[in-house]
């Protein structure tokens, strides 16, 4: 088992729940550390049941992650494979997001090792899965850091652009725009030019407006949160405007129970999925129910945030 690409709240309760299973059914279990520069470097150990003690409730990933070049590479890849034969591993649980399944799926198609992905990425950018591991904690702390915000704002009459993480994905974005009452909400996949905003922010100043929260997802077309404030500064001189850029603390933090309760269903799955014969799917949660899609196809295709909430938000934020 591994942990790769970006960490995500939830990862430790993955890792606590594939190993648990693995004991549960007899099967030896190791982790490789460092994701997979681990992989290719041999830092594998066996991990037992204790070593996953009090772990359910922490952030980041006791396994530790890393961006991996050499991975990318056929050699890089040969020589992963081969430090997992030497350590007698026949089978891979891998707990990350796109670019973690990306090399999942080649290593699988050049070495035919057995392997099943979990999503853990606080963006919910994958297909095959409702929401993925991370998210849920992640957008909880853009709220919460948007509601104090918030208070500054009213108490100075200030228009704020808080900048969050989403540098291909609007999800983040979306869902705590809603929540925090934003007046408007900036996505990669919807197009919002600076004059629509202007025009709003205008319309409502002349209802009484004095103070107003904008969310711009990092990979917004205007260039994110500090481009998006110097283009309305250009039309609206008047405003008072202030940017907050929230950074990686949407990624840490102790994951909300519905973080780690996905993340304890979809680690039993991944353990379950291999014993079945499963290979070189991702599992995931639709409707609360538990599915297993084919990792090209996961990688393959695109999602986008719910356009009826991207709708309703411009119906609320009046």
Avoid: W
Wanted: hydrophobic share 40%; with cysteine; proline share 3%.
């Amino acid at each position: 088992m591994l942990t790769s690409g970006g960490d995500s709240p939830g990862m430790n309760a993955a890792v606590r729940a594939v190993v648990r299973s693995c004991h549960h059914f007899g099967i030896a279990c190791s982790g490789i550390h460092r994701g997979y520069a681990g992989m290719i470097d041999g830092e594998i150990s066996e991990l037992g049941m204790r070593d996953v003690n009090k772990i359910i409730n922490r952030g980041g990933t006791i396994l530790q992650s890393s961006r991996c070049e050499e991975f990318r590479t056929a050699e890089g890849r040969t020589k992963a494979f081969q430090n997992l034969k030497k350590h007698g591993i026949d089978s891979l649980v891998i707990i990350g997001g796109n670019g973690s399944f990306a090399g999942a799926e080649k290593l699988n198609k050049e070495h035919g090792i057995a392997m099943l992905g979990i999503p853990g990425t606080i963006d919910n950018d994958l297909f095959g899965s409702d929401y993925t591991v991370g998210f849920d904690t992640a957008t909880n702390t853009v709220v919460e850091a948007v509601d104090k915000i918030r208070d500054t704002a009213t108490s100075h009459n200030r228009l704020f652009f808080i900048e969050v993480m989403g540098r291909d994905s609007g999800f983040i974005a979306l869902k705590a725009g809603i929540a925090t009452g934003a007046i408007a909400i900036l996505l990669p996949e919807e197009d919002i030019s600076i004059d629509d905003l202007v025009a709003l922010l205008e319309r409502n100043g002349a209802q009484g407006k004095t103070s107003s929260i904008v969310i711009v997802a990092e990979g917004d077309a205007n260039g994110g949160a500090m481009k998006v404030a110097e283009k309305v500064n250009t039309h609206l001189p008047h405003l008072e405007t202030r940017v907050t850029v929230l950074g990686h603390i949407q990624r840490g933090g102790s994951p909300t129970t519905c973080d780690r309760v996905l993340a304890s269903r979809m680690g039993v799955a991944s353990v379950e999925g291999l014993m079945e014969g499963r290979s070189n799917e991702m599992v995931g949660v639709v409707h609360d129910q538990i599915v297993y899609t084919p990792l090209l196809e996961v990688i393959s295709t695109p999602v986008r945030p719910s356009k009826d909430e991207f709708r309703i938000s411009k119906i609320i934020s009046i």
